[in-house]
């Protein structure tokens, strides 16, 4: 399962706050020791840090490999600074993950951006390049919920012309599309209710678009990473990268003279790329062109590389 999926903790135990010293619930039942409750506002970073950390360690100890957590209801949206430094700090310490990543926000309507959101980035061209990156769900809980209600159905994602729904929206307008839903509406209670409805959407998605690439979160940060933090200069017919991150697939589009051919080179090393007749054709380690514009297709390495075009 998990090279297909990430692993995350939804804090300790999703209600009740441990108290770090013993490890046992706090004896106050209410609300202010409550995880998806009020436990964390008003927190330090050092504070949200200790306990994401300490949920982190339950992970690593049962052999998971994580490089980021999903907040419990309520859990950090009093102190969403805090809540973003301090997972940077609590997936450093405890797995030295490069890119972590959390899940807090989702919007479900409307226009706003669901693109992930590059935070806290500091010694980009240092030897320890720091970020984190928040993952924004763009849909509802519709596949039966944490509590095993009716699946909303298939249409709110994609409706069966395949011409509305959520996912077309946001797809559409060029953002990553993030599903939400929690595996008891998925499994619903062995009926797999949710499942049914997830597959239906995959295939009403597929039969719609012939352009999607289905990313983890770890992917998809690492991805966004390196799409924001890589400094690109453009002098002449050379590109220049410096990259904080490496990243597969990194993708390029760039104007260029009608016969110019792209050229990678890493050092005084040359990499080979492959001519392709078409976008959709494209893997790491190719390119194509379109008019005046060329497409190339790479694995970013951290550091300094070239793209030149030559005649």
Same mark, same amino acid.
């Given at each position: 399962?998990?090279?297909?999926?990430?692993?995350?903790?939804?804090?300790?135990?999703?209600?009740?706050?441990?108290?770090?010293?013993?490890?046992?619930? /706090?004896?106050? #039942?209410?609300?202010?020791?409550?995880?998806?409750?009020?436990?964390? !506002?008003?927190?330090? $970073?050092?504070?949200?840090?200790?306990?994401?950390?300490?949920?982190?360690?339950?992970?690593?100890?049962?052999?998971?490999?994580?490089?980021?957590?999903?907040?419990?209801?309520?859990?950090?949206?009093?102190?969403?600074?805090?809540?973003?430094?301090?997972?940077?700090?609590?997936?450093?310490?405890?797995?030295?993950?490069?890119? #972590?990543?959390?899940?807090?926000?989702? /919007?479900?309507?409307? &226009?706003?951006?669901?693109?992930?959101?590059? +935070?806290?980035?500091?010694?980009? +061209?240092?030897?320890?390049?720091?970020?984190?990156?928040?993952?924004?769900?763009?849909?509802?809980?519709?596949?039966?919920?944490? &509590?095993?209600?009716?699946?909303?159905?298939?249409?709110?994602?994609?409706?069966? &012309?395949?011409? !509305?729904?959520? @996912?077309?929206?946001?797809?559409?307008?060029?953002?990553?599309?993030? @599903?939400?839903?929690?595996? $008891?509406?998925? /499994?619903?209670?062995?009926? +797999?209710?949710?499942?049914?409805?997830?597959?239906?959407?995959?295939?009403?998605?597929?039969?719609?678009?012939?352009?999607?690439?289905? @990313?983890?979160?770890?992917?998809?940060? *690492?991805?966004?990473?390196?799409?924001?933090?890589? *400094?690109?200069?453009?002098?002449?017919?050379?590109?220049?990268?410096?990259?904080?991150?490496?990243?597969?697939?990194?993708?390029?589009?760039?104007?260029?003279?009608?016969?110019?051919?792209?050229?990678?080179?890493?050092?005084?090393?040359?990499?080979?790329?492959?001519?392709?007749?078409?976008?959709?054709?494209?893997?790491?380690?190719?390119?194509? *062109?379109?008019?005046?514009?060329?497409?190339?297709?790479?694995?970013? #390495?951290?550091?300094?590389?070239?793209?030149?075009?030559?005649?």
């Amino acid at each position: 399962m998990t090279p297909n999926w990430d692993i995350h903790p939804e804090m300790v135990t999703h209600t009740r706050v441990i108290d770090l010293k013993t490890g046992h619930p /706090y004896r106050d #039942p209410s609300p202010k020791f409550m995880e998806n409750w009020e436990w964390s !506002a008003g927190r330090s $970073t050092d504070e949200i840090g200790a306990y994401l950390a300490y949920a982190l360690q339950i992970l690593k100890n049962a052999g998971f490999t994580c490089e980021g957590i999903t907040t419990p209801g309520g859990f950090g949206n009093k102190v969403l600074p805090e809540l973003s430094q301090g997972t940077l700090q609590a997936v450093r310490s405890v797995y030295a993950a490069e890119v #972590p990543h959390y899940f807090r926000h989702l /919007y479900d309507t409307g &226009d706003r951006s669901v693109a992930p959101r590059v +935070e806290n980035a500091t010694g980009l +061209e240092t030897d320890d390049p720091q970020c984190v990156v928040s993952v924004i769900g763009c849909t509802g809980d519709w596949t039966g919920g944490w &509590d095993c209600t009716t699946p909303e159905g298939a249409d709110r994602f994609i409706t069966e &012309d395949l011409q !509305a729904g959520r @996912m077309v929206e946001v797809i559409t307008r060029g953002e990553p599309a993030m @599903m939400v839903c929690h595996w $008891t509406g998925i /499994y619903w209670s062995g009926q +797999e209710l949710g499942f049914q409805v997830f597959q239906n959407v995959v295939r009403r998605l597929h039969e719609r678009f012939d352009n999607l690439l289905w @990313m983890k979160l770890s992917e998809l940060s *690492r991805y966004w990473a390196a799409k924001e933090l890589t *400094r690109i200069e453009h002098a002449g017919t050379t590109i220049n990268f410096t990259a904080p991150y490496a990243c597969p697939n990194f993708t390029i589009q760039v104007t260029t003279r009608e016969k110019a051919v792209p050229a990678w080179k890493v050092g005084d090393k040359v990499l080979p790329l492959k001519k392709v007749t078409k976008r959709l054709q494209l893997v790491s380690g190719t390119w194509c *062109r379109e008019g005046d514009t060329v497409i190339v297709c790479f694995d970013v #390495p951290r550091g300094k590389s070239t793209i030149e075009f030559a005649a």
